[in-house]
Every structure is written in structure tokens, then in C-alpha cells.
């Protein structure tokens, strides 16, 4: 007797979720929080945090293109490979060309379904010391950070990964000071549309950023319902994903590290 076809969308979003972190890092350097919310059972947006043996903490958010059953196929892709290789490649750099080459691999063996096997993709490597990261931004919305009251951005530094074979790919350092708030989101935050199919918008997304007083959960939660009033929807049209960290002080990296 074959299983439903819902039962296995069912089964298959219980196995995705598996793979998400199933709570934030603790860090004495900073607050990290995220909140996802799918559009359907499953989806495309992806993200992780990684303790590298070095001491910094790698971080990731990404978003495969399309939606439902394909797109989380070509995200699980995505996770296992970053999550295996990230904590022995050195740099950003090096790990986001072997991920757009792993995608690419896939992409050439059929042209009527390339277009699957592609991803904005952020990642980032933090010195706790410093509080310097390295990243990478591979077609990803820019994340925002907020200093004082002033709004910083980290634009694309590469196209997204399984577009081309082998793409310009450069790496970027930005120097993080206490009472930084870093905010990476997916596309579906700001391209949520409203009943008048209005989007949400990047200046929303700035104004909750500058007027959200609370700690980093409770900047999610305002976040999430400034969304959820906007578009009238208790279920978002697109997969949503928000990452926040609040920088405290550097930390030393443990010795011998």
C-alpha cells in the first residue's frame, strides 16, 4: 500500500526540521537568536551555526531557488556539505568555491533542472578575540548591522553558488564593536506582499531594526509580528528565516587553539 502523498511531505518536513540547530549557540561574546518560518511543509531557506576547531563560530543562512519538495532536496544537499567541510577549509572563501563546484556538479548533468541546483548563500567565520568576521555574501540579501543608530550593510561579494562554473568569489573582514546588532535574513522577509500584494520591503525591515529596544528574542518576536500584521497571513507566502546577534566584548580564543 503506497504511503499518501501529503504523508510524505508530512514525514519529509519532520526530517528537514532535523537538520535545522535545535537551539542558538551560547557564546560569552554575544546573543545569538533565529526564528524560521516555512512557507509550506518544506522549503528552501537554510541555516546552521558551527564551532570551529580554531575557536571562531562559523554561521550560515542560504536560500535555494524555488520552493517545496525540490528546493529542500538541493538544501539538504547544501547543509551536508557545508556542515562537513567548513570545520576543515580554512577560510570562507575556500569553502563557498567548493560548494558552488558541489552544485555545479549536479546542475551539468541535466540543463532542464540546473536551475534547482542554485543558492544565495551568507557565511561568515567570527573571531571571538576580535570580533572580526570573514565572510563571504554569494547572492544573499544584505545583512544589516546596527551601530548606534546608524545602519551598516555587507552587499554581495560573489554571485549565488550553482549559476556558473567558476565565478569571481572574493572575501570581505568586518570589524564588529560591542553593542553591534548583526541581522541576516532570507528574501522572504522582505518580499513578503501585503492583501494589496505590497511588499514588506527593506525599509520596514530598517525601521524595526532601529526601533526594537529589547534583547535579541524579543527583536524576533517584533519582527515576526510586524510581518505577520503587515501581510495578514498566519502562514507566510514564502519561507522567512531572521538570524540576530548582539555583540557584547571579544573573548580570548581557548589556549593552545
Known amino acids: 500500500m503506497e504511503i499518501p502523498d501529503q504523508l510524505e511531505i508530512d514525514l519529509a518536513s519532520h526530517v528537514q526540521k532535523l537538520l535545522f540547530p535545535k537551539s542558538s549557540p551560547v557564546c560569552d561574546w554575544s546573543c545569538i537568536g533565529v526564528k524560521n518560518r516555512m512557507a509550506k511543509g518544506l522549503g528552501g531557506d537554510y541555516f546552521d551555526f ?11 543562512i542560504g536560500d535555494v531557488t524555488g520552493h517545496g519538495l525540490p528546493a529542500a532536496v538541493v538544501m539538504s544537499l547544501l547543509y551536508g556539505y557545508i556542515n562537513r567541510f567548513a570545520a576543515e577549509i580554512c577560510s570562507p572563501l575556500d569553502v563557498v568555491r567548493g560548494v558552488n563546484g558541489f ?5 551539468i548533468r541535466s540543463p ?7 543558492s544565495t548563500l551568507f557565511l561568515g567565520f567570527i573571531h571571538p578575540d576580535t570580533l572580526a568576521m570573514e565572510y563571504v555574501n554569494a547572492g544573499h540579501p544584505a545583512p ?19 549559476f ?33 500584494e505590497e511588499l514588506f520591503g527593506l525599509e520596514r525591515l530598517q525601521d524595526v531594526l532601529l526601533q526594537t529596544r529589547g ?13 505577520k500584521e503587515f501581510t495578514g497571513r498566519d502562514t507566510p507566502r ?8 548582539d555583540f557584547h566584548r571579544g573573548w580570548p580564543t581557548p589556549q593552545g587553539k
Open 164 to 196: 556558473f562554473d567558476a565565478p569571481e568569489i572574493h572575501m570581505e573582514t568586518f570589524q564588529f564593536a560591542q553593542e553591534d546588532r548583526l541581522l541576516l535574513y532570507t528574501d522572504g522577509v522582505i518580499e513578503a506582499p501585503d492583501q494589496a
Open 144 to 162: 544589516l548591522i546596527l551601530r548606534g543608530r546608524n545602519l551598516h550593510t555587507l552587499p554581495p561579494t560573489a554571485p549565488p553558488i550553482g
Open 112 to 118: 532542464e533542472f540546473d536551475h534547482h541546483f542554485s
Open 103 to 107: 552544485l555545479q556538479s549536479f546542475a
Open 215 to 227: 534583547d535579541h528574542m524579543e527583536f524576533l518576536e517584533q519582527l515576526f509580528a510586524a510581518l
Open 50 to 60: 558551527i564551532a570551529l576547531p580554531d575557536g571562531c563560530q562559523a554561521l550560515f
Open 238 to 245: 514564502d519561507d522567512c528565516t531572521a538570524i540576530v546577534i
